[in-house]
């Protein structure tokens, strides 16, 4: 056989279809939440300072103390970057947001806190803490993923939440890119698009 | 290989809504074409088509080692010099590739010729691997085709592979794909192979090529700030070098999808070098520089310039008179010459087979119809069968 031997068409659907059932998986995520027995999902645990976490785990003080500091590099390198205190606190809330440790330039969000997951064996996993944000009443992760509620120090969420962040930078311009279509297509003014690239 | 008239599907239109497919209908005139579709043997498939293409990508790769170790090749090919060190370390390096299509006039019978690679930017992908894939499930289903036809198109299986190889060299990194506003078809393109990528098991995010921004650290950005560190880019490398950005790329660490290397490859003065290399190969085309043209005793021929999209800025030359020219913006970097050897015409059609490489493998072809000797973007774009 010279063709493809099988497509999963359900994938490749764009249309209202595709849609009905991503909301229905939303809903059956927000019901294993609830009940907090999902088998994707991970307990988790928020802790706002290094202390918090040592009071609660005496035997861990060498891991809580690297948590907290892992997350502060995370933090700096992941968090959304803005060019004043202003812009970013007008998005995370008066006295939220802190200088760039690496670029006096930048203004980022304020560490919250970290949030650990817990091992199935017990304990938690202090190698890998992700960063958490105060935004409004939420905890949220770097890329704006909400956690729940900042009175929830226990939460429940996705794997996903501990898996590494994209780095962000601040952006000094846009549009250094795609000078060279604008000028092809508008030879082609007759057009009601601009030209496509294959042949 | 014979061309057979056939019915519509009824549905197909919905189909079209349903999977997304928006630009089968461009400046109201038809694109993809079911009325009728190409029959090709297995035979004409494998030994005229399949083989050739792998063959010729393998030419044309030794044609990349041969420039990129060359300076006045790299000037004759009009790449910036600036650019020339990373096109070289990148080819030095085997930075992996995703796709190419080559474009062939094949008359059935005979060598198929070379008329042009598309190793860069090329488009009717979705086409090709997903839709015409669908028409022929339906087909069959409905009985008005042979169950045991097949179709030479992998692509999607392939694609698919590929990213799979390619997710294990970029762990945990997000791909993101661009493509040019106001474009349905170029958008429509990189929406598959995000749909492919995706299938891979492939993080991926777009962003708007004219939206891509200059992050403080001399790097890339999207519209989130998120750092670029791995795109495909359906935007070509001649461009890019000469934008603003360009200069930027030398700095920002980011792996492309295609590499730097496949500025020479995509570049049409590379089919002048297949000649000198390959002299007499039964698949190419005699082609020349300008400046060989007076030794060439080429009396027929067309016209190319060494960047040059959809059929644009071609003149097709008969005895010294031009008698087909395809206006356009492109030029200004010269021109290639390459021996006139018109397309087969079925009917009122004039077809071109656009065969598919992933990874260096052939993976399919597409068929596409105009009613002028040049095919450009609003050829058609016709299914094929092989029975």
Known sequence: MKRTKEIDLATMRKSAARKTTSAKS????????????????????????????????????????????????????????????????????????????????WFLPALGGFMVGRLTGGGYDYGRPSPVFGYQNSWVGADGTSYGG?????????????KSKPTTARTISRGGFGSKIQAKSSWGSSRSRGSSFGG | MLRIQCDERPHWRDQAHEYGFKFHTMHGEPYWDETAYYQFTLQQIERDIEDPT????????????????????????????????????????FEPSLYSRIDFAYHGKGPAKLYENNADTPTSLYETGFWQWLWLEDKAQSGQIARCADQFNSLQEKLIDRFSVMAKQHPNETLHFSACKDTDEDRGTVQYLEDCAVQAGIRC??????????????????????????????????????????????????????????????????????????????????????????????????????????????????????????????????????????????????????????DGQPAGISMREDKHLITQDLSRYLPHIIL
């Open chain 1, 26 to 105: 939303v809903m059956l995520t927000g019901t294993l939440l609830i009940t907090g027995c999902g088998s994707s999902g991970q307990e988790a645990v928020v802790y706002t300072t290094a202390e918090q976490c040592i009071v609660e785990n005496p035997d861990s003080r060498t891991e809580c103390e690297k948590a907290y500091d892992n997350a502060i590099s995370e933090a700096e390198r992941t968090a959304p970057k803005y060019n004043s205190q202003r812009t970013c606190e007008t998005e995370f809330g008066y006295n939220q947001c802190v200088q760039s440790q690496s670029n006096s330039g």
């Open chain 1, 150 to 162: 900042r009175s929830d120090r226990r939460v429940n969420v996705s794997k996903e939440a501990f």
């Open chain 2, 54 to 93: 792998a063959e010729i990508h393998q030419m044309c790769l030794a044609i990349v080692d041969q420039v990129v170790r060359d300076e006045a090749l790299l000037r004759k090919f009009q790449i910036p010099e600036l650019y020339w060190d990373v096109i070289a370390n990148s080819w030095f390096d």
């Open chain 2, 205 to 358: 995010k777009f962003v708007y090529i004219e939206d891509i921004g200059h992050g403080e650290g001399d790097c890339f950005t999207d519209t989130d700030d998120q750092v670029i560190r791995w795109m495909f880019k359906l935007y070509p490398w001649e461009f890019m070098f000469r934008e603003e950005y360009g200069p930027l790329l030398l700095k920002a660490d980011v792996s492309f999808i295609e590499p730097y290397w496949k500025a020479i490859l995509s570049n049409k003065a590379l089919l002048a070098l297949l000649w000198q290399k390959f002299p007499n190969h039964p698949n190419l085309l005699a082609t020349y520089f300008e400046e060989d043209m007076n030794q060439a005793e080429l009396t027929n021929y067309v016209k190319k310039p060494i960047f040059s999209r959809e059929g644009a800025n071609i003149s097709i030359i008969e005895d010294g008179n031009e008698i087909y020219f395809a206006d356009g913006p492109y030029g200004e970097e010269g021109y290639i010459y390459q021996a006139y050897h018109p397309l087969p015409k079925y009917g009122d059609n004039y077809t071109l087979v656009g065969s598919w490489l992933v």
